[in-house]
Structure formats: C-alpha cells, structure tokens
C-alpha cells in the first residue's frame, strides 16, 4: 500500500475511533478507553500533531499517556471495562432470546472480550 494512501487511512481510522471514543464516554453500553487507545496507535502511525493532541486532552489525556508509557490501565478502568462488556452482551444476548446459534456466538465473543481485557497489566496506582 503506498505510504500516502496508509497515511491518510490511519488518519481516518483514528478519528473514527475517537467519535466511537466520545459515543462510548455518552453511551454506557460502548466502552470509551479501547477505542482512544486505537486512535493513538493510529495517529502515532500517520500524525504526530493528532497524536500530541490526544496525549494532552484534559480529560483522556493522563489515561493515553499510561497507556504509552507501560501498557498498563488502572484496575478501576480494566473493571468498568469488563462490566461494560458483561452489561452490553448481557442486553444483546437478552434481546436475541430466540436466536440461540447467535446467543451462543455472543456468549464466545464475550468470554475472548473479558480474557483480552483480564490479560491487561494493571498499574501500581
């Protein structure tokens, strides 16, 4: 892929991330920290100027800046996290009560969500 083409790509990408990021902090069902932390990875591929300004947001600023420093999150985040994944596959496995070749898809999706996130290393904060 031409660097220009990938550049422009992973520009998009991180601000799509960041409107999922700003719809996660308003919606409790969508979880805001692993959508910003995509957008930083994208914007540390393609725009330092994006980047710096994610790292130096008032408000998700400090949580980004751990992210990049260690890879670790704060336990209170890693479990409003995990409850956020238990809290929105709970509602979409009720609302598919009749559908249980997809319940049991959900079900797999949320056992592999809460492993990945249960995998983070926490900080000594």
């Given amino acids: 892929m031409p660097t220009k083409i990938k550049h422009i790509l992973l520009i998009i990408l991180g601000w799509f991330f960041i409107v999922l990021g700003v719809i996660g902090a308003l919606l409790p069902i969508l979880p805001t920290t692993p959508f910003l932390i995509l957008a930083l990875a994208c914007f540390a591929e393609s725009s330092p100027r994006f980047h710096r300004m994610l790292l130096n ?30 809290i929105s596959f709970g509602v979409s496995i009720a609302i598919l009560s009749d559908r249980m070749g997809l319940q049991l898809m959900l079900v797999c999706f949320c056992i592999v969500s809460l492993f990945i996130v249960s995998r983070l290393k926490e900080s000594q904060e």
């Fill in 57 to 86: 947001n008032k408000w998700f600023g400090p949580h980004l800046r751990q992210w990049e420093n260690n890879k670790t999150i704060r336990r209170g985040i890693k479990r409003k996290v995990m409850l956020m994944i238990v």
